[in-house]
């Protein structure tokens, strides 16, 4: 294990789990190699975790084992109990999570915790830290899944030195609903490999269609992300019919993992009773090492996500890849990219408003390549990974800069 780390990152979901935030943190690890980074994460699994070769040691994960006798009673009482002296935190991965964290401390000794939306942790591990440490939150989306009241009672922003998102829209959305918003605030944007998602030629288009076994031929648009019902697919799923109706070559490839197997129930059966088994394919999650290619194999992204998202990785990750991209027009897509590199759709619920865009994309070759060369250049400039961890480069310096 390593000792005396400068950054360690607090990401409940491990590095080789499908998600954004935590391979962004395992990209970190491996690239930003000036500093001692440690990635603590949760994992019960009988499965064997990826071996990361060089830099394995950077990888903890925690789980049950090695708890103590009351941690184990605790974790035995019904859930309405276990809030207590815990600043809220409940359920037994959670609270596992935070028990081995801190117990894993002392030994770390970091010097910066960066904590990705585990912000009920702060305040707990505050308790354990005996040296100088500065405490990050890095707010990697809207807090939209909480409540006002218990945004305001269970947050704990005074036991952050500083809240690093995504965008500004987002650290807006949650000032407004905090009784107190006290930390400085940095806003860095995601980032995304330029190299490995970039637009593929037309040969590797036709191959990448066969290794995912689509229709050569047909316009392939493409869905990817969490499939839970909040990034909106039935809306698209819904639609598909008068699409198909208007161009039968339109192709609906949804791809995505997600533990809402009611959802995927639901989906699966909206493809059967719309009729749609011919021109929708609905899969599960991807490789990771694999995701580039999905995108490369596509001829158009849509993201009718109806919850705003800090900075969506699925739709940096298809503008990189020189897709054109439709999306929903949260405040967080808006302040990344224009009108001119993206399509916005209002209003995503609204019954069919999806249909006149693809549609539109689908006929106009013209506005296919002036979206995708326009947000392929937009990423290239602002938010490729040599850029971004230049900025993190940047800010971690001077967090260890401030502790004297």
Same mark, same amino acid.
């Given at each position: 294990?390593?000792?005396?780390?400068?950054?360690?990152?607090?990401?409940?979901?491990?590095?080789?789990?499908?998600?954004?935030?935590?391979?962004?943190?395992?990209?970190?690890?491996?690239?930003?190699?000036?500093?001692?980074?440690?990635?603590?994460?949760?994992?019960?699994?009988?499965?064997?975790?990826?071996?990361?070769?060089?830099?394995?040691?950077?990888?903890?994960?925690?789980?049950?084992?090695?708890?103590?006798?009351?941690?184990?009673?605790?974790?035995?009482?019904?859930?309405?109990?276990?809030?207590?002296?815990?600043?809220?935190?409940?359920?037994?991965?959670?609270?596992?999570?935070?028990?081995?964290?801190?117990?894993?401390?002392?030994?770390?000794?970091?010097?910066?915790?960066?904590?990705?939306?585990?912000?009920?942790?702060?305040?707990?591990?505050?308790? %354990?830290?005996?040296? =100088?440490?500065?405490?990050?939150?890095?707010?990697? @989306?809207?807090?939209? $899944?909480? /409540? !006002? #009241?218990?945004?305001?009672?269970?947050?704990?922003?005074?036991?952050?030195?500083?809240?690093?998102?995504?965008?500004?829209?987002?650290?807006?959305?949650?000032?407004?609903?905090?009784?107190?918003?006290?930390?400085? %605030?940095?806003?860095? =944007?995601?980032?995304?490999?330029?190299?490995?998602? @970039?637009?593929?030629? $037309?040969? /590797? !288009? #036709?191959?990448?269609?066969?290794?995912?076994?689509?229709?050569?031929?047909?316009?392939?648009?493409?869905?990817?992300?969490?499939?839970?019902?909040?990034?909106?697919?039935?809306?698209?799923?819904?639609?598909?019919?008068?699409?198909?109706?208007?161009?039968?070559?339109?192709?609906?490839?949804?791809?995505?993992?997600?533990?809402?197997?009611?959802?995927?129930?639901?989906?699966?059966?909206?493809?059967?009773?719309?009729?749609?088994?011919?021109?929708?394919?609905?899969?599960?999650?991807?490789?990771?090492?694999?995701?580039?290619?999905?995108?490369?194999?596509?001829?158009?992204?849509?993201?009718?996500?109806?919850?705003?998202?800090?900075?969506?990785?699925?739709?940096?990750?298809?503008?990189?890849?020189?897709?054109?991209?439709?999306?929903?027009?949260?405040?967080?897509?808006?302040?990344?990219?224009?009108?001119?590199?993206?399509?916005?759709?209002?209003?995503?619920?609204?019954?069919?408003?999806?249909?006149?865009?693809?549609?539109?994309?689908?006929?106009?070759?013209?506005?296919?390549?002036?979206?995708?060369?326009?947000?392929?250049?937009?990423?290239?400039?602002?938010?490729?990974?040599?850029?971004?961890?230049?900025?993190?480069?940047?800010?971690?310096?001077?967090?260890?800069?401030?502790?004297?």
């Amino acid at each position: 294990m390593i000792h005396n780390v400068d950054i360690l990152h607090l990401s409940k979901k491990p590095h080789f789990m499908t998600g954004s935030f935590n391979r962004f943190i395992y990209e970190q690890i491996r690239q930003l190699n000036e500093f001692r980074q440690v990635m603590i994460s949760y994992w019960d699994k009988e499965n064997i975790i990826p071996d990361e070769n060089d830099i394995k040691d950077a990888f903890i994960t925690v789980n049950k084992k090695g708890l103590n006798l009351f941690q184990k009673l605790y974790l035995m009482l019904p859930k309405r109990y276990q809030t207590f002296g815990f600043n809220g935190i409940s359920g037994s991965d959670k609270l596992v999570y935070l028990w081995q964290t801190a117990k894993l401390l002392p030994r770390l000794n970091p010097k910066i915790i960066i904590f990705y939306e585990q912000y009920k942790m702060g305040k707990e591990l505050r308790k %354990v830290i005996n040296w =100088p440490c500065r405490f990050v939150l890095a707010q990697r @989306r809207f807090s939209h $899944f909480l /409540e !006002k #009241r218990e945004f305001k009672k269970n947050c704990s922003l005074g036991a952050y030195d500083i809240i690093w998102t995504q965008a500004h829209a987002a650290y807006r959305f949650d000032k407004a609903r905090a009784d107190r918003y006290e930390p400085l %605030v940095k806003v860095i =944007p995601n980032a995304v490999d330029v190299y490995k998602f @970039r637009p593929a030629s $037309f040969e /590797e !288009k #036709r191959i990448l269609r066969g290794k995912w076994n689509l229709p050569e031929k047909q316009f392939v648009v493409l869905l990817l992300s969490r499939q839970v019902p909040k990034k909106g697919t039935h809306l698209l799923l819904h639609s598909w019919p008068k699409i198909i109706s208007e161009n039968s070559n339109a192709y609906l490839w949804i791809l995505g993992g997600g533990d809402d197997s009611e959802y995927r129930r639901y989906l699966e059966k909206m493809i059967h009773s719309l009729g749609l088994s011919e021109n929708v394919r609905i899969q599960g999650a991807v490789d990771q090492n694999e995701i580039h290619t999905c995108y490369q194999a596509s001829d158009l992204y849509v993201f009718p996500t109806l919850h705003p998202e800090g900075m969506a990785n699925t739709l940096l990750e298809a503008a990189a890849s020189g897709l054109p991209c439709i999306a929903a027009d949260h405040e967080g897509a808006m302040e990344h990219y224009s009108k001119d590199e993206v399509i916005f759709v209002s209003d995503p619920n609204v019954e069919d408003v999806f249909i006149e865009p693809v549609l539109k994309l689908i006929r106009n070759d013209a506005l296919r390549e002036s979206l995708k060369h326009a947000a392929r250049s937009k990423v290239e400039q602002n938010y490729s990974q040599e850029i971004i961890f230049d900025h993190l480069k940047r800010f971690y310096r001077r967090q260890l800069s401030m502790l004297g």
